[in-house]
């Protein structure tokens, strides 16, 4: 079954109770006629167009928009319809009507939808440059210049200009546009609904075409856009052209449910009327029938269906409080479904959408019904997205608010200028137009914070990679790794709706991005950044192979050879195992003094551990008399007591002197030993010895031993230590844990 045949070729209104769907009794809103598209023909041809007075043509349009802008001034409206029904005479539609019919049908679907006149007069005309001999500067002098922005923005480019790529670079162009005025997308949705409306006289495979291009481009971005009206209607049909089998059986379910004798949505409809009247809350309460997409999906999940999956209700209060009045009452007078309980009013969704979500479960046969709780305005905006809005440029955005105070669309939304920002990399039509399909893929929108208190809007599954070039952009390439709610976590860490990202920056302007960052890049602008930068750097020769892996060996064998001591002393010997910790010394030359009991006995600090004051320490006697002195909280400490080791008493003396082991983690880049180590100088630690591990995934991990004259400059040392560009952590040798 064709689109045509299930949604008659009509410019009717857009209404939840759309085409093929039944609603129960009652529940639809008054509804004007179905419009004739013939007839709506020949009065374009032959009505009244006399100056000053409106044709009889446009009479529905004028209807539809005084019921949303009473005083608004129409004769923009007659001058247009005069310009485009002078300029459409002779040309018809392939489905027979005069072409006139199409810019009414389209110009009436906004009208409905609550479209301003500027809107309106645009959406008249958005055919005339395309198809006639009518000029943009024409436009713009009898309409002005933000109708001629209008047409122009929908405007297609020419084939034989464009060739295969006409249909891409028609999509950034009209894209473009909308970045600058959300209007375009509006018009050219209404414009692809009526086209959808009227598929059925094309050729299948064209069928087919059309509807892949609104499935993928246009039904996401009115959904992004909110405009959930025509959305719903736009899915219904591409399901109707892609899957007419599933389609027909799920319009055979819903005229089954029709055909019922009982209708469980209107009895629990009249039993939440009850509640909300004794409560004394103003309400009205509606049913929503689902369209056809949405049953076929909840009938995936559930099969067989029951009579409350055929709908929702929909209750409608004057402000937020009344909202959250109501979702009490429904929650204490009858029996809530906890787990499907949302709140979209005080966490709105990206695309604008406000409201309560709630379940409520039958006594009887315990069918669980939905119901969605919202203010009008709330309602209005739900339905009709940006269109809503009117002009979201008549004021500064700072006066801009909705018409009962509530929340005002930004004119950017943060998806459209990601998305204009990465289109700029994406010269190749095709490669804009897959990655304009991904982008448009992903449904939902987080939100992360960066250290300064701004935030960052991202879709979701997006990574620290992706935050970094939504934030720094093409030098975002100097990104070393990134702390996640104040973890250290590394570029592939997937984000959560709320969380904290400090980004770690290199120095080097150099810098390269990593070719693993590819896997990890959800956003079109990392990936394409990533792409662009790692397809600019040469391709290595043979040779050049050769010298980096020597270099990198070369790197290895020099941070070995600066694990000496600065005094050209012996490298440490190898570290024992855990289970003698004491084999290792840890006093001598510049450690701090440790009283023993009884006095003059010889006092090693363990190497497990590296105590210093004012740690917490406690000693056991070891062969040969030798005290061993351990934190408190050394794993070592456990075993040698259940070892049965005797406990030695032991304290800090007056010395201020202290030996410690320092771990310090960095990203690798050149000269970075001999930053750290001077920073260390600075600070008058003596570097005893220094171990650098051979770096993994652009990480490099360094243990050094150092003496300071005073065991209080040691906070100051392992600030100074991170401080050091690329180096993103210093912390104390840690004690191995129990049974490592």
């Known amino acids: 079954m064709n689109a045509e045949a299930v949604n008659p070729a009509s410019p009717g209104p857009v209404t939840p109770a759309s085409a093929g769907q039944v609603a129960p009794a009652g529940a639809r809103r008054k509804a004007r006629p179905r419009i004739d598209l013939r007839r709506l023909g020949r009065a374009a041809l032959l009505g009244s167009t006399a100056r000053g007075r409106l044709p009889d043509a446009i009479g529905h349009v004028v209807e539809a928009h005084r019921a949303h802008h009473s005083d608004a001034d129409l004769d923009p409206l007659r001058r247009a319809y005069v310009l485009a029904e002078s300029s459409h005479r002779g040309q018809m539609r392939k489905s027979g009507e005069p072409y006139i019919t199409h810019p009414l049908a389209v110009t009436l679907i906004l009208a ?92 299948r495979e064209k069928q087919e075409r059309i509807a892949k291009v609104t499935r993928d481009v246009l039904i996401p971005l009115a959904e992004r856009l909110g405009v959930q009206a025509l959305k719903s209607e736009l899915e219904d049909l591409v399901f109707a052209v892609m899957h007419p089998e599933e389609y027909e059986h799920t319009r055979e379910l819903v005229d089954e449910n029709a055909a019922r004798a009982d209708d469980p949505l209107a009895e629990v409809a009249e039993d939440v009327r009850k509640v909300l009247r004794e409560a004394d809350i103003a309400a009205e309460v509606l049913i929503r029938p689902r369209h056809f997409v949405s049953l076929h999906r909840v009938s995936r999940k559930r099969d067989p269906l029951r009579g409350a999956d055929f709908g929702r209700l929909l209750v409608l209060v004057q402000d937020d409080a009344d909202c959250y009045a109501v979702l009490g009452e429904l929650h204490t007078c009858m029996t809530p479904v906890v787990s499907e309980f949302k709140d979209f009013i005080a966490v709105p969704k990206f695309n604008l959408y406000q409201s309560l979500h709630t379940a409520v479960a039958r006594a009887q046969d315990r069918q669980v019904v939905e119901v969605l709780i919202r203010t009008h305005q709330m309602h209005k905006v739900a339905e009709a997205g940006v269109v809503a809005l009117g002009n979201p440029y008549a004021a500064p955005p700072e006066e801009q608010t909705a018409g009962d105070g509530e929340r005002a669309d930004p004119t950017r939304p943060g998806w459209l200028s990601r998305l204009l920002d990465w289109q700029r990399g994406a010269p190749d039509p095709d490669t804009f137009w897959s990655t304009l399909r991904e982008d448009l893929a992903q449904d939902r929108e987080i939100t992360v914070f960066r250290p300064d208190g701004g935030t960052l809007g991202l879709p979701e599954g997006a990574t620290c990679v992706d935050a970094a070039y939504a934030q720094y952009g093409e030098d975002a390439h100097a990104c070393m790794g990134a702390r996640v709610n104040g973890r250290l976590a590394t570029m592939s860490t997937v984000l959560r709706d709320g969380d904290g990202v400090q980004l770690l920056m290199g120095q080097d302007p150099a810098s390269e991005p990593s070719s693993d960052w590819l896997e990890h890049a959800h956003t079109p602008a990392a990936r394409i950044a990533i792409q662009r930068r790692l397809a600019a750097r040469p391709a290595p020769t043979p040779t050049d192979t050769e010298a980096e892996a020597g270099a990198a060996a070369e790197t290895g064998n020099h941070a070995r050879r600066r694990t000496a001591p600065a005094d050209d002393a012996p490298a440490p010997a190898p570290r024992p195992a855990a289970d003698a910790p004491e084999a290792r010394p840890g006093s001598g030359s510049g450690s701090p003094d440790v009283l023993v009991d009884p006095p003059g006995a010889t006092v090693r600090l363990a190497g497990c551990c590296t105590p210093v004051p004012p740690d917490r320490i406690t000693g056991f006697a070891v062969r040969g008399g030798v005290v061993t002195v351990h934190r408190a909280e050394c794993a070592a400490v456990v075993r040698m007591k259940s070892a049965g080791r005797p406990e030695v008493d032991v304290r800090w003396g007056d010395s201020t002197e202290c030996r410690v082991t320092l771990l310090a983690e960095s990203f690798g880049r050149p000269h970075l030993l001999a930053d750290l180590t001077e920073a260390m100088a600075l600070e008058g630690a003596e570097i005893v010895s220094a171990t650098v591990e051979p770096p993994d995934r652009q990480r490099v991990r360094h243990t050094y031993t150092v003496l300071l ?24 040798s840690q004690p191995q844990p129990t049974g490592a």
């Open 709 to 732: 004259p005073d065991a209080a400059r040691l906070p100051a040392l392992m600030r100074a230590m991170r401080d050091v560009a690329g180096v993103y952590d210093v912390s104390r």
């Open 112 to 203: 409905e939808l609550g479209a301003e006149t500027t809107t309106l007069t645009a959406s008249l005309l958005h055919d005339t440059v395309e198809d006639t001999d009518v000029t943009l500067d024409q436009v713009g002098e009898q309409f002005g210049a933000e109708v001629r922005y209008l047409v122009d923005g929908v405007t297609k480019l020419e084939k034989v200009d464009y060739g295969a790529a006409a249909e891409p670079e028609t999509f950034r162009k009209m894209l473009l546009a909308t970045g600058n005025d959300v209007r375009v997308m509006s018009i050219k949705l209404a414009d692809r609904l009526h086209n959808m409306r009227t598929l059925g006289v094309m050729r």
